[in-house]
């Protein structure tokens, strides 16, 4: 008995250390990227890369919102600590100057840096490693094209300043499954091309899929909305898109320019349209258009019209009218009388998707905290939408929130003042 005991411990541990020693890590790299590429190949790859580090957002992550691209030190704040995007300028000390071809590839395909350490999922490893080797190879040949900038990046805080990488190999083993690409040959070439994207370098499931316990995605409920840095990444199923009035010319344009009839992007997805969707080619945009509002049997949804106001929108009883007075005293200067919104100036109401949302934390989130001036593609602004957390009280802001999604957004769910209170203050 104790015998068995002895052994089924020993078992444990050996297997434990060999997790730990890395000895169940995958190697996905072609044979091939251990053959460094040519200086003319690389400055003919180079341009194409470049397309490819706008669809994987490469810059997003890893460049601060003012000041050179690329040099790292973007702060990815967690429950257990803030960790920092590297330096990817070919800089050799404190860029990636030093990896070679297949060192590029390792990190994209399997999640290791160059000297073998195990980064951690905020590099969305999970979702690149369907990228093409020729695709990988691109992107390698524009990173390396770029400006080498000698500039390091703060030290990470929490847990991320102990000496845990190695444990990653337990995370990796439950979390990191191998996928491909989906594939459909009898699917349109955009639907592939979107499916490709969508699930690979763009990683849109990286905050619209829910995560599991370990913090590592959700597969099987892939796209069907979560809550990430304390916003709703809602469900981008098509069903939920087309509720929302987008169809493939609309999600096309929405991603392009980061502003729609279903309002402006705010949060992480600001950052998304900022700095990739923004500069994506319009055929790669359709794509992943075409991908997202695809049915299960193929077809596309038809797009639903704004949703007409609810009757709880003029119900005195609910004391709803209240809501109606404080809009046309706090933001109708701004968002229009009639919910229009006003070009150039801010988003409209009636059709806005936040407004719609099931769940009222963008709505609530937004009204107290605000947005601070946000940067269009194609060099389109808007005024900066103000926090009202000093301004109106949090019953206000609860009646004020239950009218505007009664009026626009087809809700009749009136909103609790205690979900207001339970919002964190950002901005004081
Ligand atoms: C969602 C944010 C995010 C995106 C998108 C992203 N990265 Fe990263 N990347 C990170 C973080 C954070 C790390 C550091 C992880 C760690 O310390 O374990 C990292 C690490 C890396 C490293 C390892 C550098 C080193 O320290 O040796 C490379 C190379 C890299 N990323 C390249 C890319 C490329 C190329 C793309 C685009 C295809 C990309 N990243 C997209 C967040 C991101
Ligand atoms: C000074 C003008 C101004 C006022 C006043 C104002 N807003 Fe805004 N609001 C904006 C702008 C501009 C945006 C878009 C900001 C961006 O994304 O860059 C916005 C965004 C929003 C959003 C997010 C949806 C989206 O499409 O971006 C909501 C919800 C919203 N406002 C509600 C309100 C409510 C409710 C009030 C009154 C309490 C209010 N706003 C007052 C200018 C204003
Ligand atoms: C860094 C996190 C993040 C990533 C990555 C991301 N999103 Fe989002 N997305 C959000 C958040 C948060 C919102 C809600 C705020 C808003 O509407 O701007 C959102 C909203 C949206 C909306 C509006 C949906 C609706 O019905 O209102 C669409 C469409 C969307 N995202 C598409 C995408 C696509 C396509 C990708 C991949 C290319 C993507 N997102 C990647 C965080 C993200």
Excluded at 74 to 96: E, M, Q, R
Excluded at 148 to 176: C, E, S, Y
Excluded at 296 to 323: F, I, K, M
Excluded at 358 to 383: A, C, D, H, Q, S
Aim: net charge negative; aromatic share 8%; hydrophobic share 40%.
């Amino acid at each position: 008995m104790r015998k068995t005991l002895l052994v089924i411990v020993a078992v444990l541990v050996l297997g434990g250390l060999a997790v730990l020693s890395g000895a169940f890590r995958g190697n996905h790299i072609a044979v091939a990227a251990f053959e460094p590429l040519s200086a003319e190949e690389m400055a003919v790859l180079a341009p194409r890369g470049r397309e490819l580090a706008f669809s994987g957002d490469c810059l997003g992550c890893h460049s601060p919102m003012q000041g050179p691209i690329a040099v790292g030190g973007v702060p990815f704040d967690t429950p257990f600590g803030t960790l920092y995007s590297p330096n990817i300028t070919p800089d050799p000390t404190y860029g990636i100057g030093e990896y070679t071809r297949a060192d590029f590839h390792r990190v994209l395909r399997d999640g290791i840096a160059r000297g073998g350490h195990n980064l951690y999922p905020a590099m969305p490893f999970v979702f690149t490693q369907i990228t093409t080797d020729d695709d990988i190879d691109a992107i390698y040949a524009y990173m390396m094209s770029l400006e080498p900038i000698a500039q390091d990046v703060p030290a990470n805080t929490g847990v991320f300043a102990f000496p845990l990488r190695p444990f990653m190999n337990f995370w990796t083993l439950l979390n990191f499954p191998r996928r491909t690409a989906p594939e459909d040959p009898d699917r349109p070439e955009a639907w592939n091309r979107g499916a490709y994207l969508v699930e690979g370098l763009g990683h849109c499931g990286a905050c619209h899929t829910p995560m599991n316990f370990m913090m590592g995605t959700d597969f099987a409920r892939a796209l069907e909305g979560a809550v990430i840095e304390g916003l709703e990444a809602p469900s981008l199923q098509a069903t939920a898109l087309a509720a929302h009035g987008f169809d493939v010319p609309g999600l096309t344009e929405f991603l392009a320019s980061g502003i729609g009839p279903q309002g402006t992007t705010f949060g992480g997805m600001y950052t998304v349209t900022h700095f990739s969707t923004g500069s994506m080619q319009r055929d790669d945009l359709t794509a992943i258009a075409t991908y997202l509002l695809t049915l299960p049997d193929g077809t596309l949804p038809e797009p639903s019209p704004p949703p007409a106001p609810l009757p709880e929108a003029t119900d005195p009883a609910l004391g709803v009218t209240a809501g109606e007075a404080l809009y046309l005293s706090a933001c109708a200067s701004c968002h229009g009388d009639t919910g229009a919104g006003i070009p150039d100036v801010a988003p409209a109401m009636r059709g806005n998707a936040t407004l719609a949302l099931e769940n009222p934390l963008n709505l609530l989130t937004v009204m107290l905290n605000g947005i601070p001036t946000e940067e269009f593609p194609r060099g389109k602004r808007m005024y900066a939408m103000p926090p009202f957390a000093h301004v109106l009280s949090d019953a206000d802001i609860a009646r004020l929130a239950t009218w505007l999604r009664a009026q626009w957004g087809g809700i009749a769910d009136p909103v609790q003042e205690a979900a207001v209170t339970e919002i964190p203050r950002t901005r004081n």
